[in-house]
């Protein structure tokens, strides 16, 4: 009776295994970057089309109260209080049923945002809609992804900044240490509903982005574009490494520009 052949396995020897594993290994290092890169982008222009609703519900508002944008300075605590002035901003748009959803004004790409929204802007048991939830209002990892302006008018021009990324410096570069995007750069929205990214690595220094308060020349210097009489409002992010912002909870007057 005749034997069969004795079969062999086939497998990959130890320096094929190594080359397999190594090619792998580039295609990760190539790949996941890349991925990440386009996701960061992507999430970025979420970003920029809620800054975009943001700016129209103001404008909104506006149409309804004098042409004036929200101000939370001349809020009255019989209309609306808040420990945070900031947040004002945001409520008094809530408040009046314009813009109620508490996911506009926050970023999955902050390094300060822990991933968790708040449940409502307004209080979800008052009535009055006089009081800000404390969901939105206590908190670590609450810091707003915007910084707003007050005391701007529909008439004061297509050019007027009302609303940027958090982090904006009075340079026209945004912060590494409290900057929404670190210091890649942010978006600015504009009073005529141009929304714009602006790059540190950019030319702003040189060209300037706004236009001076009080003459046609230009300014990196937000405290110098928006109206004389006006404030900047902001959330200062907190935890390890936090840095400050322009616009503090309180308000940061403006400044004559040149």
């Not at 397999?20 to 970025?44: D, F, H, N, S, Y």
């Not at 999955?108 to 209080?123: A, E, N, R, T």
């Amino acid at each position: 009776m005749r034997k069969s052949p004795r079969s062999f396995t086939s497998a990959f020897t130890l320096i094929e295994l190594l080359t397999v594993i190594a090619i792998i290994g580039i295609l990760a290092a190539i790949i996941i970057p890349t991925v990440g890169a386009v996701r960061e982008k992507a999430q970025r222009a979420v970003d920029g089309n809620n800054l975009r609703e943001i700016i129209k519900a103001a404008q909104i508002y506006a149409g309804d109260n004098n042409d004036r944008l929200p101000d939370p300075r001349t809020i009255p605590a019989a209309t609306m209080t808040s420990p945070t002035p900031a947040l004002l901003w945001p409520g008094i748009l809530a408040r009046n049923n314009i813009l109620t959803d508490p996911t506009f004004y926050y970023s999955k790409s902050d390094p300060f945002f822990l991933g968790v929204y708040p449940v409502s802007i307004i209080s979800t048991t008052d009535t009055t809609k006089r009081q800000l939830d404390t969901t939105m209002t206590t908190g670590t990892g609450k810091a707003l992804a915007w910084e707003f302006a007050s005391g701007i008018k529909m008439s004061d021009g297509a050019a007027m900044p009302v609303a940027w990324t958090r982090g904006l410096q009075t340079n026209g570069t945004w912060a590494l240490n409290s900057g929404t995007y670190k210091d890649i750069g942010g978006y600015i929205g504009f009073l005529g509903g141009n929304v714009a990214f602006y790059p540190n690595a950019g030319a702003n220094a040189a060209a300037g982005i706004f236009t001076s308060n009080s003459s046609a020349r230009k300014t990196n210097n937000i405290q110098q574009a928006i109206p004389v009489a006006g404030f900047i409002y902001g959330t200062p992010p907190n935890g390890p490494g936090a840095g400050t912002i322009l616009g503090r909870a309180t308000g940061t007057a403006a400044a004559r520009g040149p």
